[in-house]
């Protein structure tokens, strides 16, 4: 038996959008840019796309862009701010995905950009006084970027809560989404936030199709240069299947998201639940069992033999997980979510486990199962 557990690195492509992308493989493959009717017939799909994707997240189209990834997303923002709006200021986290910690450490590089990190809980939640303290003390232009859900472990911020906060202090904000984006409602008029990231991959679309929300009020400059694409804001011929993948299934994730949430959500307790009753001393990273990513859970096995190896035995058994994020794989760095939340012990493992409306009960068995038979139980 096989049991894919590694939702949170990349979710499988639903039939549903296969077969919306295949006739722009095979049949509609005209250039977006191009005038000509093979063109405009792939631009018109894209468009219309873009005004469903801004009638889900209640904003206008014209504030819908489209990228390669979370990633290209990410660094679009927070370099963005920076060259455009002039912020002198950005306050972050230790524990934000890579792509973010990498973007904001480069920008710290340069002369006059100050980098700030707010503290974190025993649990790893964001503390807001934390925040506002910084908030207070900065002076000039600032940006804030912390992540809706971390991807390691599953914590949410309170997006709202945190909007508030950047606009007392008025300064501004951009979350990454990645993790979220399809699985929690997301009112973009509500929030209130400048920016926001997503991609398609985690959302049982095609990976190479990311998204990216820029408030209507603010302007940055493209990151990547070369063409009039995305109105002027990402050159290079678009990924017109990717994205038309990645519009059907923000669709489809908005249409189930109350049935599946319940599903991902049951998975989830009924793997603690397993866990806690088979293998001595569990525990979980993060807040598990509280304001957690339904789909995300972080599992710490107490330290004894070959517990460097049970990743590596997991995937000898068929069973797909992580140690972290699967952005980060080949490195022999540990996590830095855990070690700046306290969640490594010497000799212990943690694993991380993710869901998806596909995963079955019998997989996570599989794996409890495995778990037991590698730990010696």
């Given at each position: 038996?096989?049991?894919?557990?590694?939702?949170?690195?990349?979710?499988?492509?639903s039939?549903?959008?296969?077969?919306e992308?295949?006739?722009?493989?095979?049949q509609?493959?005209?250039?977006?840019?191009?005038?000509?009717?093979?063109?405009?017939?792939?631009r018109?799909?894209m468009?219309?796309?873009?005004?469903?994707?801004?009638?889900?997240?209640?904003?206008?189209?014209?504030?819908?862009?489209?990228t390669?990834?979370?990633?290209?997303?990410?660094?679009t923002?927070?370099?963005?701010?920076?060259?455009?709006?002039?912020?002198?200021?950005?306050?972050?986290?230790?524990?934000?995905?890579?792509?973010?910690?990498?973007a904001?450490?480069?920008?710290?590089?340069?002369?006059?950009?100050?980098?700030?990190?707010?503290d974190?809980?025993?649990?790893?939640?964001?503390?807001?006084?934390?925040?506002?303290?910084?908030?207070?003390?900065?002076?000039?232009?600032?940006?804030?970027?912390l992540?809706?859900?971390?991807?390691?472990?599953g914590?949410?911020?309170?997006l709202k809560?945190?909007?508030?906060?950047?606009?007392?202090?008025?300064?501004?904000?951009?979350?990454?989404t990645?993790?979220?984006?399809?699985?929690?409602?997301?009112?973009?008029?509500?929030?209130?936030?400048?920016?926001?990231?997503g991609?398609?991959?985690?959302?049982?679309?095609?990976?190479?199709?990311?998204?990216?929300?820029?408030?209507g009020?603010?302007?940055?400059d493209?990151?990547?240069?070369?063409?009039?694409?995305?109105r002027?804001?990402?050159?290079?011929?678009?990924?017109?299947?990717?994205?038309?993948?990645?519009?059907?299934?923000?669709?489809?994730?908005?249409?189930?998201?109350?049935?599946?949430?319940?599903?991902?959500?049951s998975?989830?307790?009924?793997?603690?639940?397993?866990?806690?009753?088979?293998?001595p001393?569990?525990?979980f990273?993060?807040d598990?069992k509280?304001?957690?990513?339904?789909t995300?859970l972080?599992?710490?096995?107490?330290?004894?033999?070959?517990?460097?190896?049970l990743?590596?035995n997991?995937?000898?058994?068929?069973?797909a997980?992580?140690?972290?994020?699967?952005?980060?794989?080949?490195?022999?760095?540990?996590?830095?979510?855990?070690?700046?939340?306290?969640?490594?012990?010497?000799?212990?493992?943690s694993?991380?486990?993710?869901?998806?409306?596909?995963t079955?009960?019998?997989?996570?068995?599989?794996?409890?199962?495995?778990?037991?038979?590698?730990?010696?139980?």
């Open positions: 038996m096989k049991a894919y557990l590694d939702n949170a690195a990349t979710t499988a492509l039939q549903e959008v296969i077969d992308m295949l006739p722009f493989m095979k509609h493959y005209g250039n977006p840019s191009s005038i000509h009717a093979y063109g405009r017939e792939v018109s799909k468009e219309k796309g873009r005004k469903l994707i801004s009638k889900l997240l209640n904003c206008s189209p014209s504030e819908i862009y489209f390669s990834s979370g990633t290209e997303t990410n660094n923002v927070i370099k963005g701010c920076v060259k455009s709006l002039g912020v002198k200021n950005i306050i972050s986290s230790k524990i934000e995905h890579h792509c973010v910690l990498h904001v450490e480069e920008m710290g590089k340069l002369p006059d950009i100050n980098v700030h990190y707010v974190l809980d025993e649990k790893g939640h964001v503390c807001f006084s934390s925040l506002e303290n910084l908030l207070d003390k900065v002076e000039g232009k600032t940006l804030v970027t992540m809706h859900a971390n991807n390691e472990v914590n949410l911020v309170d809560s945190m909007s508030v906060l950047c606009r007392k202090y008025d300064a501004y904000l951009h979350s990454d990645v993790q979220t984006l399809g699985h929690y409602p997301i009112d973009l008029q509500e929030l209130d936030v400048d920016f926001i990231s991609s398609g991959h985690k959302i049982h679309g095609p990976k190479g199709a990311g998204l990216l929300y820029i408030n009020n603010l302007k940055i493209a990151f990547i240069h070369g063409g009039s694409q995305e002027n804001m990402r050159a290079g011929t678009e990924n017109t299947y990717g994205i038309i993948g990645l519009i059907k299934a923000l669709e489809l994730a908005h249409e189930n998201m109350d049935s599946d949430i319940v599903l991902v959500q998975l989830k307790d009924y793997m603690i639940e397993q866990l806690e009753s088979k293998i001393n569990v525990s990273n993060g598990a509280g304001s957690s990513l339904y995300v972080n599992v710490n096995i107490p330290a004894g033999k070959d517990s460097d190896m990743l590596f997991l995937d000898i058994a068929g069973i997980a992580s140690s972290g994020s699967a952005c980060s794989s080949g490195s022999s760095v540990g996590s830095h979510v855990l070690s700046n939340i306290g969640g490594v012990c010497e000799g212990s493992a694993i991380r486990f993710s869901f998806s409306k596909y079955g009960r019998e997989e996570i068995d599989y794996a409890v199962e495995s778990l037991e038979r590698i730990l010696g139980l």
